[in-house]
C-alpha cells in the first residue's frame, strides 16, 4: 500500500492571529495545468482568502497564485481568480449552514499536497477582539521564557 505523505505547500499564519479555528475540514480544488505547476513551486499565497458557498458548493476567492514562468501565451492570466473547491454536497450544505446560523467565517488554513492531489484545509473560523489577540501572544511568550529557563538549567 501507498503512504499517504502531506506537503505542506502554503501555511495562512495570518489566520490564526485573527481568528479562532472552530473546526477542520479538507477540501479538493479545481485548478488548470500551469497552475498546479506554479502551485507545486510554491508560488502561491492564501493571506487575504476567504471562502463562501455559492450553487451548492465552496469557491475560494482571493487567492494569489502566480503565473507559471514556462508557460505559453494559452495561459489564463488572472492570478485571483475564483477557484472551485471539491466537497461532498451534503458537508457543503452543513457547512454552509453553520456558516450562515453562527455568522463564522471559513477560511483556507493551509494548501498541502496529500498524495498527487492538491488539498485544502479549510477552517470554520470566529473573528479576534483585539484584547485575544494580545493574550494570545502574551501566553505564546510566556511559553517560550519558561522552554528558555529549562533548556538553560538542564
Same mark, same amino acid.
Not at 60 to 71: A, F, L, T
Given at each position: @500500500?501507498?503512504?499517504?505523505?502531506?506537503k505542506?505547500?502554503?501555511?495562512?499564519?495570518? +489566520?490564526?492571529?485573527?481568528?479562532?479555528?472552530?473546526?477542520?475540514?479538507?477540501?479538493?480544488?479545481?485548478?488548470?495545468? *500551469?497552475?498546479? &505547476?506554479?502551485? !507545486?513551486?510554491? =508560488?502561491?499565497?492564501?493571506?487575504?482568502?476567504?471562502?463562501?458557498?455559492?450553487?451548492?458548493?465552496?469557491?475560494? /476567492?482571493? @487567492?494569489?497564485?502566480?503565473?507559471?514562468?514556462?508557460? *505559453?501565451?494559452? +495561459?489564463? =492570466?488572472?492570478t485571483?481568480?475564483?477557484? #472551485?473547491?471539491?466537497?461532498?454536497? $451534503?458537508?457543503?450544505? /452543513?457547512?454552509?449552514?453553520?456558516?450562515?446560523? #453562527?455568522?463564522?467565517?471559513?477560511?483556507?488554513? &493551509?494548501?498541502? $499536497?496529500?498524495? +498527487?492531489?492538491? !488539498?485544502?484545509?479549510?477552517? $470554520?473560523?470566529?473573528?479576534?477582539h483585539?484584547?485575544?489577540?494580545? !493574550? *494570545?501572544? @502574551?501566553? !505564546? *511568550?510566556? #511559553?517560550?521564557f519558561?522552554?528558555?529557563? $529549562?533548556?538553560?538549567?538542564?
Amino acid at each position: @500500500m501507498k503512504e499517504n505523505t502531506e506537503k505542506v505547500l502554503s501555511n495562512n499564519r495570518s +489566520a490564526y492571529h485573527d481568528y479562532s479555528v472552530l473546526e477542520k475540514f479538507e477540501a479538493g480544488i479545481v485548478l488548470t495545468g *500551469d497552475e498546479v &505547476k506554479s502551485v !507545486k513551486n510554491g =508560488n502561491l499565497n492564501l493571506k487575504d482568502s476567504f471562502i463562501f458557498a455559492e450553487n451548492n458548493s465552496l469557491v475560494i /476567492k482571493n @487567492m494569489h497564485i502566480s503565473r507559471y514562468e514556462k508557460v *505559453d501565451g494559452f +495561459a489564463i =492570466n488572472d492570478t485571483r481568480r475564483d477557484r #472551485k473547491l471539491l466537497m461532498h454536497k $451534503l458537508e457543503v450544505l /452543513k457547512i454552509s449552514q453553520k456558516v450562515e446560523r #453562527k455568522g463564522l467565517t471559513l477560511i483556507p488554513l &493551509k494548501l498541502y $499536497l496529500k498524495g +498527487a492531489l492538491i !488539498k485544502v484545509e479549510l477552517g $470554520l473560523c470566529q473573528g479576534k477582539h483585539t484584547y485575544d489577540k494580545k !493574550k *494570545d501572544l @502574551m501566553e !505564546k *511568550d510566556n #511559553k517560550r521564557f519558561v522552554e528558555r529557563q $529549562l533548556k538553560n538549567n538542564v
